[in-house]
């Protein structure tokens, strides 16, 4: 399928249906001037050249009318966050009433466990995949201990079977057979950041559910990466970043999905503010509060315009791209790093991230034996922007919006010379 030399590489981008969008980034450079071969989206995602544009729009309506911008602005700065709506939806497989731009990740995580995680004196443990990104874990642990339980018996790592990398369903099936009687939330992340490994969504929703928890996806590494499709596996709510896979600049505001049979249900606590509050009222101030139905109920204040901004900059692109290609493209483009690495047939060199397109977005974790990060920085020197986690792993993620089959090429290229 796949041919190891530049000639094919090349033959494929002229091939690409997408390879023009590469040209709607802008890439960070060496010395030379050159581009770097940038494969950090699972970090960092590049900067559409439109952002600078659309931020500046605001700026220049900002100078021009002032706080009558929110409603005289070339795009009104109320109902500014509709604009993003529709094509997030799109983005998470969600209706547009399910979602909205709101905070930051790790802060909606804790707005929607205010609302889902309620335990009982006998239900109250919460699952979480153990080698999950800190900060959910470090989320997930306070939530259990403000309720006055100990998160050493309230918090349940769903792991890797010994010698192994990757999480097994069937483990998952067993801690629910075992426990499902006491665990209330199943919090997982769609796509590890560590090994890149994507969850089956519907099946662990599904198991969830049988067992009468609530589940919620962090998707910080899914979004705009795989199509985790929230309204049709039926989770209960889920969180988000912006700046990764979705490129809208660094600590850009976050995403929430909240499934549309919990849009009006009395019986969910929630923390809230004024802009969840109804908009017809919202500026008389004296009512008591009134939700809005759907996501964007849960909000709490008046969002950032200029980040807001930044984000639009991107889904306009997604848009004009469309993300079903998008990702037909990330398979073909992983696929073939995948390829490239194997044929180095170097036993050093262990991919830990599933072969399965099915279970993997754009990242390949690419595990290199007896290494330290001397190698991570000797691959800097050498023009790529990649990622390192301890204790001996590459983070790789060709995003199939600006990295090429060429990228690729020339990436693995260099890890060969780096290794020799």
Request: hydrophobic letters at 35%; proline letters at 5%.
């Amino acid at each position: 399928m796949y041919i190891n030399s530049l000639a094919y590489a090349q033959s494929q981008d002229q091939q690409d249906p997408l390879h023009s969008f590469r040209n709607e980034f802008l890439f960070p450079t060496g010395e030379n001037g050159e581009k770097l071969i940038y494969l950090c989206g699972n970090s960092l995602g590049l900067q559409p050249k439109k952002t600078s544009e659309y931020i500046q729009q605001e700026l220049s309506d900002w100078s021009k009318y002032g706080v009558e911008g929110h409603t005289d602005a070339k795009n009104p700065w109320l109902p500014y966050h509709e604009f993003l709506t529709k094509s997030m939806a799109k983005i998470v497989g969600a209706k547009p009433s399910e979602v909205v731009i709101m905070n930051s990740l790790t802060a909606n995580l804790h707005f929607m466990m205010v609302s889902f995680y309620q335990p009982t004196k006998t239900k109250y443990k919460i699952v979480i995949e153990s080698d999950a990104f800190p900060s959910d874990k470090y989320a997930v642990e306070s939530q259990i201990n403000f309720h006055g339980f100990d998160p050493k018996d309230g918090l349940i790592l769903w792991k890797p079977r010994e010698g192994e990398e990757l999480c097994r369903f069937e483990d998952l099936e067993k801690i629910m057979e075992e426990q499902g009687d006491e665990i209330t939330l199943l919090m997982i992340g769609s796509t590890n950041y560590y090994s890149g490994q994507s969850f089956p969504l519907e099946k662990i929703t599904k198991l969830g559910h049988q067992h009468g928890a609530i589940v919620g996806f962090d998707l910080a590494h899914g979004a705009g990466n795989i199509q985790p499709n929230l309204h049709d596996v039926n989770a209960d709510f889920a969180v988000w970043c912006t700046y990764k896979y979705l490129n809208s600049g660094p600590g850009s505001l976050g995403g929430c999905f909240v499934h549309e049979r919990h849009e009006s249900n009395p019986e969910l606590k929630r923390f809230t503010g004024w802009w969840g509050h109804n908009k017809q009222t919202r500026f008389n101030m004296r009512h008591d509060f009134d939700a809005l139905v759907g996501a964007e109920g849960w909000q709490l204040s008046n969002p950032s315009i200029l980040s807001m901004a930044a984000i639009r900059a991107s889904l306009d692109v997604f848009e004009e791209a469309g993300f079903d290609n998008i990702r037909k493209k990330a398979v073909k483009l992983t696929g073939y790093l995948e390829f490239l690495v194997n044929e180095l047939n170097d036993e050093r060199i262990n991919i830990i991230t599933p072969s399965n397109p099915d279970e993997r977005g754009c990242q390949l974790s690419i595990q290199v034996k007896s290494a330290d990060k001397s190698l991570h920085t000797q691959l800097t020197k050498a023009g790529v922007i990649s990622d390192w986690r301890e204790p001996d792993v590459i983070r790789i993620a060709p995003a199939p919006l600006y990295n090429s089959f060429e990228d690729v090429f020339h990436f693995v290229e260099r890890l060969k010379k780096v290794l020799n």
